[in-house]
């Protein structure tokens, strides 16, 4: 194994990837810190909206790794992690490397800019993947493009959900193929969860509804649960079903897809055949794979998908 | 993401396992090597029998990381690489750690011991995953057990083949399950070749030898072709099937299994059919997963198996 930027590079790649989806309406990012002597010092990802960016999240961890002063493990607000480190730096970051998957933020939003705190700290290198929207000019030195098309990768569900709006397969499987009976963990289930919570829409089939009595909310994780549409041609529902019984929630029951219009992040539900159903308007695949007591989540590939087609007339 | 002592030894197992039943009849190790400030300088693994250990793999690529000497990059054999390290490293690597998922050898076999090499270049913390066998007295600082059970897991076809004998089920197929036409890339058919080349004996179906018509060599590696067993009822075949006209090959059409008896490293090739009849004899499951343009080879637990078991009277 060559250990080299780009080693460091898929390190912060890996690390986004466990939060894709969660991150929404920001995108998946992740970070790297290297020190002056070729230490890593972190690898850290964004994980959810209004929380520290991945580089925040990176030096902060750096900062510990470097100084041991436990004050900045108590700091979980971004701007006070930007404050503090501005603050006590004491130039220990001026000969590090910090590895990003997107180039750092240069605006002020619901954190301050991530550029700012770079150029404060003194970093002396920056090495980014991605760099698709500007190009800046950094006072560090900067090198782009590293792992360009994994980066890339990286971004695209925020490229649609930016573009219009992001509509997402989630498919679970065993690593077999199969999906009879009960497929997920406790753990992937949690994960499910928390993509139900930052999902405005949430799709799934008339049979699934009636053989399985779902309730599709976010409970696992304590969060809100999504509208739903019900795609059946099949009007009537046991309205005892629980998922018709959740607060604040729209129901909607109709054969018509474009019932998603005026949604934004859509997750969409169910067995090979809803898969082939709602083909026309998914526009990303994220496969569940289970397998011994693990489970990835794999961005399946078009590829993938053509081949799970092409399996139908014989599977079903 | 910690970066700790269990980050620098999941490196090495990683790394160990894309060499997984090409070390054979050694097992499978990993290393990783870290200087005195942090750097990671080397992850390496034990590739062939009769090569340099995983140990020693590691030490070269360290001892170039920190020295740029380009004398050391000719040094291939084994023996070579430790005699030049003790004479040359200049108590470079008197702080280092080195994390191993097994512990150093300690006896001259084809190549010189291991602990000695270490012991001479002063190293200063020994991190061990496994240690079955043995349990050393080090000069160095030595912790046992780091990610002792996935250490250990690496060590299974090992410790099967120096009981008795390996009897692998390698199994390929897309990430949908599916194995119609052709599913192997050439990349995945270059390390089914290199297993090959170390098998004594393949078992495969007479329906397969029928329809495929293949060779069963090692011929994309350069390697020699295992002996045959063919597993059939029926015993005429066409002679003109390419796998009869290998040279130095013994094939043998039966249907009694224990024709395995006195062949050591056993690969069974097929599909599920294949799968369940031989399912008395597998020790092991090696699954090739293919998705995109990639493809893994995941060790398959018994709990996958069973699940392909579940699914047979559905699927063929």
Redesign the interface.
């Known amino acids: 194994?060559v250990?080299d930027s780009n080693f460091y590079m898929s390190?912060a790649i890996a690390?986004a990837w466990k939060y894709q989806g969660l991150t929404y309406p920001n995108p998946a990012v992740g970070c790297s810190v290297v020190?002056e002597?070729?230490?890593?010092?972190?690898?850290?990802a964004h994980k959810k909206a209004g929380s520290p960016h991945a580089e925040v999240q990176a030096l902060k961890s750096a900062y510990y790794?470097l100084t041991k002063d436990e004050y900045i493990l108590q700091k979980e607000n971004s701007a006070d992690i930007h404050n503090y480190l501005i603050k006590n730096h004491n130039n220990i970051f001026q000969n590090c490397s910090i590895y990003t998957t997107l180039e750092p933020c240069t605006s002020i939003g619901k954190t301050p800019a991530c550029a700012n705190l770079i150029n404060k700290l003194k970093i002396k290198k920056i090495y980014i993947g991605s760099n698709d929207r500007y190009q800046n000019d950094f006072n560090n030195d900067a090198r782009f493009g590293i792992l360009k098309q994994e980066c890339d990768e990286l971004l695209e569900p925020f490229n649609l959900w930016q573009k219009d709006k992001f509509v997402f397969f989630k498919w679970a499987?065993?690593?077999?193929?199969?999906t009879d009976g009960v497929v997920s963990t406790i753990k992937s289930r949690k994960n499910v969860h928390a993509m139900r919570n930052l999902c405005d829409l949430l799709v799934i089939g008339g049979g699934t509804v009636r053989a399985d009595r779902p309730t599709l909310d976010a409970r696992l994780v304590d969060g809100k649960a999504p509208d739903i549409l019900i795609y059946s041609r099949q009007k009537e529902f046991d309205k005892t079903i629980p998922l018709f019984n959740v607060k604040s929630r729209k129901v909607i029951i109709s054969d018509n897809l474009s019932h998603i219009d005026g949604y934004k992040n859509i997750m969409i539900e169910g067995s090979k055949k809803m898969m082939e159903l709602t083909k026309e308007i998914t526009n990303f695949y994220l496969?569940y794979?289970h397998?011994?007591?693990k489970f990835d989540v794999?961005n399946?590939?078009k590829?993938?998908i053509i081949?799970?087609m092409?399996?139908l007339p014989k599977r079903i």
Chains 1, 2 share one sequence.
């Open positions: 194994m250990i390190l690390e020190s002597n070729g230490e890593l010092l972190a690898v850290q790794q499987q065993r690593l077999d193929g199969s496969c794979l397998f011994a007591d794999i399946a590939k590829e993938d081949s799970w092409k399996q």
